[in-house]
Nanobody, 124 residues
């Protein structure tokens, strides 16, 4: 089964940038749409960004649009989330997800494969 591993999280200050990466372990996610979700304490899991397998379409949550960029390098099976102009409200555990379909969605329940999550903390 496809397993995903996130990296690149950490603690930054307001206005800083951070780049998250997600790579498969066990199986490639070739042919899979990929997405990023986040969950802050006491809140529901929130859609952040998603992309089709071939990056033909990208989607962003309203709260991150214009600041975050999702991309992928299928030659190395790696998904990225470039996060700029970070705000304290971006503080959350970020999850990489994949679904066995070229088409991306914004609904977490449609993604069958998940990483363990990685913490991003933005201080004010």
């Amino acid at each position: 089964q496809v397993r995903l591993v996130e990296s690149g999280g950490g603690m930054v200050q307001t206005g800083d940038s951070l780049r998250l990466s997600c790579s498969p372990s066990g199986r490639t996610y070739r042919g899979f749409a990929m997405g990023w979700f986040r969950q802050a304490p006491g809140k529901e899991r929130e859609f952040v960004a998603a992309t089709t397998y071939d990056s033909g379409r990208t989607y962003y949550g309203d709260s991150v649009k214009g600041r975050f960029t999702i991309s992928r390098d299928n030659t190395v099976d790696t998904l990225y989330l470039q996060m700029n102009s970070l705000k304290p409200e971006d503080t959350a555990t970020y999850f990489c997800a994949a679904r066995d379909n070229w088409v991306a969605t914004m609904r977490p329940e449609t993604y069958a494969y998940w990483g363990q999550g990685i913490q991003v903390t933005v201080s004010s």
